[in-house]
């Protein structure tokens, strides 16, 4: 088991995704967390409206935030968290 702590480092990135509409850009984004082992990513200019949260099938938790108007999609930003990640986290409000 893993635990996000002092013991460990946690490797942390950023990432303007630009937009985050298209279908494939989700795993792509999983697939560079992965490929660099990182704990935590960020996502700028996710352009996704509302905010919420999103659990994937390999077990990391989306978390977003984006501009309230439904019709808009403008700015926005997203958290990735990794599964050992997800078990640090004590609370979001979306």
């Known amino acids: 088991m893993t635990f996000i702590g002092t013991k460990?480092?946690?490797?942390?990135?950023?990432?303007?995704?630009?937009?985050?509409l298209e279908a494939s850009r989700l795993s792509q984004?999983?697939?560079e967390m992965k490929n660099y082992k990182l704990d935590l990513l960020?996502?700028?200019?996710?352009?996704?409206?509302?905010?919420?949260e999103?659990?994937?099938?390999?077990g990391e938790q989306l978390l977003y935030s984006g501009r309230a108007d439904e019709e808009k999609h403008e700015y926005g930003f997203g958290l990735i968290l990794s599964k050992a990640m997800r078990k640090s986290l004590t609370l979001?409000?979306?």
Not at 8 to 20: D, L, P, Q
Not at 54 to 58: N, P, Q, R, V
């Open 8 to 20: 460990k480092r946690t490797r942390v990135g950023f990432w303007n995704i630009r937009t985050m």
């Open 92 to 94: 979001w409000i979306a």
């Open 29 to 31: 984004a999983l697939k």
């Open 42 to 52: 960020g996502l700028s200019e996710m352009k996704w409206p509302g905010s919420g």
């Open 54 to 58: 999103l659990l994937t099938a390999t």
